[in-house]
């Protein structure tokens, strides 16, 4: 299976939300914006790869999530350092937000103290730097909580449960094969709108292909997923 970066329909989504906030010549960018969705929706690697595709600064989950961690990895990610003080930091990100304003993507928002979030905006209003949350449900309780921080969210966007046609177009990239659209059903209900269940679907199918050198079929993929 070729190990390959698949665009969906929640991605295409999640890709035209980064450009429009890092446009600064758009309606809503600089801002703050929320995605959204349970765990294996996909909404980690949407923001990874985005990131390896423009110059957004991805600040992936953290062990100690304090706001002064928070500050130096962001100044990290945007200057490759990691001032002890946070003043320095603030300095650092304002530095560079003056030359450039880059999108900041921070994942798992959902598991950041509300003193933490109110700092983010505080950095979005000080330097006009675009900034995306991204965390399951909870993040939404806790935007909702303060009101001048819900005030600040431009734009909101739930990561969506994964489509045949996503599932179908997947299979055909990663794997060359057509899937049956009785196939397809199986997987979304079997997957019960999330992707991993659809990648360990993936990999036991093709293994089940190459062991009975057969075509992929409903029954093929029906018998799988009964051992998967």
Not at 29 to 56: F, I, N, W
């Amino acid at each position: 299976m070729k190990q390959e970066f698949i665009e969906t329909a929640n991605t295409k989504k999640f890709n035209e939300l980064c450009y429009e906030l890092a446009d600064h010549s758009s309606l809503i960018g600089p801002s703050l914006a929320m995605v959204t969705g349970p765990a294996g929706r996909g909404k980690t690697e949407a923001a990874k790869h985005h990131a390896t595709q423009t110059d957004a600064v991805y600040i992936p989950p953290l062990n100690t999530r304090t706001p002064a961690m928070v500050l130096r990895e962001i100044a990290f990610e945007l200057a490759k350092v990691r001032p002890t003080r946070s003043d320095t930091c603030l300095a650092v990100i304002g530095d560079e937000m003056a030359k450039d304003r880059r999108l900041i993507i921070i994942d798992e928002a959902d598991l950041l103290a509300i003193n933490i979030l109110e700092m983010l905006r505080n950095l979005n209003e000080r330097f006009s730097c675009p900034i995306l949350l991204i965390g399951e449900d909870d993040l939404k309780g806790k935007i909702a909580s303060r009101r001048r921080l819900a005030s600040r969210i431009r734009r909101k966007m739930e990561f969506a449960p994964v489509t045949q046609q996503d599932i179908a177009f997947f299979f055909k990239q990663s794997l060359g094969v057509r899937l049956p659209q009785g196939a397809s059903i199986l997987i979304q209900q079997h997957a019960r709108g999330d992707w991993r269940p659809v990648l360990t679907a993936a990999i036991a199918i093709e293994r089940a292909m190459k062991a009975s050198d057969a075509e992929i079929t409903e029954e093929l993929v029906q018998n799988v997923l009964k051992n998967t």
